[in-house]
């Protein structure tokens, strides 16, 4: 066996890092992500646990002429809320992974 090596504090260590795991995922799932586009006539209300909330349009920006333009402007707004999520997620796993042995 390799000295200095303790089988129990290994794992005590995998234990606390199970308990962080599952208190950041839900930290995570409690949030909320709003992201808006076209200058926030369109905005996306996204929860943690990626699902949407809601969907907000600004009456002025539905033009029964262009649904085309309030189509690509949901659309951008779900996916910045999406990758707000996203960034959120990986700096937390980022922060958990530096604090692992290996």
Sequence with gaps: MAKGFNQGNMMKKAQQMQQEFLKMQQELESRKYEATAG?????????????????????????????????DLIVAAVNQALKMSDDATNESMAKMQSGFPF
């Excluded at 926030?40 to 333009?69: C, N, Q």
């Design 39 to 71: 200058g926030g006539v369109v905005k996306a209300t996204m929860l943690g646990t990626r699902e949407f909330e809601s969907i907000e349009i600004d009456p002025e920006a539905v033009d029964p002429e262009d649904l085309e333009m309030l189509q």
